[in-house]
């Protein structure tokens, strides 16, 4: 969660609501010691926030085990 000043609000709140609206992150704003929460209303897809991956490898998982590496790496220690 994001913590803004009072002050940082006041100068920049149309683009604080709309990342607010936009990722469904609240952000927590520090005035005079206490502590307030601008949240969005309604139930986020917190889904839609995932940042895509292409060179994560894809597939079954259990494909995974019987990969050999002995030809990637050196195991000749010093």
């Keep these: 969660m994001k913590t803004i000043t009072a002050t940082e609000l006041r100068g920049n709140i149309?683009?604080?609501l709309d990342e607010v609206l936009n990722t469904g992150i609240p952000i927590e704003i520090?005035?005079?010691?206490?502590?307030?929460?601008?949240?969005p209303a309604g139930k986020t897809n917190k889904l839609q926030n995932l940042v895509s991956r292409p060179n994560v490898i894809k597939g079954n998982p259990n494909d995974l085990v019987?990969?050999?590496w002995e030809k990637e790496i050196n195991l000749d220690l010093p």
Aim: no cysteine; hydrophobic share 30%.
């Design 66 to 68: 019987s990969i050999s």
């Design 30 to 39: 520090n005035k005079g010691g206490r502590k307030l929460r601008i949240v």
């Design 14 to 16: 149309y683009n604080l």
